[in-house]
T-cell receptor
Framework: DVKVTQSSRYLVKRTGEKVFLECVQDMDHENMFWYRQDPGLGLRLIYFSYDVKMKEKGDIPEGYSVSREKKERFSLILESASTNQTSMYLC???????????FGPGTRLLVL | DQQVKQNSPSLSVQEGRISILNCDYTNSMFDYFLWYKKYPAEGPTFLISISSIKDKNEDGRFTVFLNKSAKHLSLHIVPSQPGDSAVYFCAASARGFGGSQGNLIFGKGTKLSVKP
């Protein structure tokens, strides 16, 4: 079974804070993704990575950066959190670029 | 511009009856379609997929139908069970075109409620 874990289930941060969200997968997947889910908007892709140290912008990368130093770990960074970044953040991984994505449980982030 | 549309935000069905969730897409390059199911406070879980070379794929109580000419797919759940109550996301990708075109484009989701 694929296991994708995220460092926190719930997080509360203040405006302007730097926020790190971590994602780890244990299936040696090449590809990892960060999405955010907002009511009425579905899942929107923030960033993705096809390999270690490689990253590509998704549909809504503004205000975010990512880091992939090891194959199993993909971090999402909010450089200076803002209230409009309050959301559910979902990490996913897949074996190949075109394979089924498997999701972690999500991190619900509240920025005050 | 939404490339994947789920026009019904919610659907309510009686236990034992059929649930039909609909999804429309606009990008003719899409060649692979998936349905994910999401419970509150959990990540989406993969349910079923279909390639554009097929028009139907079945897995137990779940069947996905694809109508390429209408750019429409639907998920049928028969019989519906209370445990099926969740948000269902339709997703599509252009796998045959490679690169980032293989990324998934998600619809906004349909919340299914199955009443006992």
């Amino acid at each position: 079974d694929v296991k994708v874990t995220q460092s926190s289930r719930y997080l509360v941060k203040r405006t302007g804070e730097k926020v790190f969200l971590e994602c780890v997968q244990d299936m040696d997947h090449e590809n990892m993704f960060w999405y955010r889910q907002d009511p009425g908007l579905g899942l929107r892709l923030i960033y993705f990575s096809y390999d270690v140290k490689m990253k590509e912008k998704g549909d809504i990368p503004e205000g975010y950066s990512v880091s992939r130093e090891k194959k199993e770990r993909f971090s999402l960074i909010l450089e200076s959190a803002s209230t409009n970044q309050t959301s559910m953040y979902l990490c996913a991984s897949s074996l190949g670029a075109l394979e089924t994505q498997y999701f972690g449980p999500g991190t619900r982030l509240l920025v005050l | 511009d939404q490339q994947v549309k789920q026009n019904s935000p919610s659907l309510s069905v009686q236990e034992g009856r059929i649930s039909i969730l609909n999804c429309d897409y606009t990008n003719s390059m899409f060649d692979y379609f998936l349905w994910y199911k999401k419970y509150p406070a959990e990540g989406p879980t993969f349910l079923i997929s279909i390639s554009s070379i097929k028009d139907k794929n079945e897995d137990g109580r779940f069947t996905v139908f694809l109508n390429k000419s209408a750019k429409h797919l639907s998920l049928h759940i028969v019989p519906s069970q209370p445990g099926d109550s969740a948000v269902y996301f339709c997703a599509a990708s252009a796998r045959g075109f490679g690169g980032s075109q293989g990324n998934l484009i998600f619809g906004k989701g349909t919340k299914l409620s199955v009443k006992p």
